[in-house]
């Protein structure tokens, strides 16, 4: 796994020197509010960080509703980007946990292999490895864990809905 240092050598955000340099070499996509380059420490081919040009802590559902707006529909329209230079990726993952950077990010992962995806032919594609966390570890997986006893789902969902009122 790569290691990388969240700030620079003077203490600033690495994400805002990329964003103030204007690294042409690392940025493949920008508009008037956000960029897009290549990660540094991918898991696949492509894996790409979406961030805003503004430094924003990292916890994105903290950021105001229009920001948060037009920072999804950004990592849309990289997303296309992927998907369209991809010939296998018909769809692309996106993970926004924020705990390696704290500017506000989002990894874009082309899922390669659903080429059949861009034909509009959905098929169900589930891992054969189960995972549960009691604590977070760095990272998220998106496979299913052990299937959950119905009586605690009922009694979970039970006590979200009464911690609203």
């Not at 960080?49 to 503004?54: C, G, S, T």
């Not at 946990?97 to 032919?121: F, N, R, W, Y």
Request: glycine content about 8%.
């Amino acid at each position: 796994m790569g290691q990388y240092n969240p700030r620079t050598e003077d203490d600033r955000c690495v994400f805002c020197e990329i964003v103030a340099k204007n690294d042409s070499d690392a940025i493949f996509w920008q508009d008037e509010k956000h960029v897009a380059f290549l990660s540094i420490d991918p898991n696949t081919n492509g894996f790409s960080l979406v961030v805003p040009k503004i430094h924003h802590g990292s916890d994105i559902l903290k950021m105001d509703d229009v920001a948060l707006k037009d920072f999804i529909v950004a990592a849309k329209k990289v997303s296309l980007v992927l998907e369209n230079f991809y010939e296998d990726v018909g769809r692309v993952g996106l993970i926004m946990e924020g705990t390696g950077i704290d500017h506000a990010h989002i990894k874009l992962v082309p899922m390669h292999g659903t080429e059949h995806m861009k034909k509009g032919e959905w098929k169900q594609c589930l891992s054969d490895v189960e995972h549960w966390f009691d604590e977070y570890e760095g990272w998220i997986s998106s496979a299913g864990g052990p299937m959950a006893d119905r009586e605690k789902l009922v009694g979970l969902t039970k006590e979200l809905l009464d911690s609203q009122k």
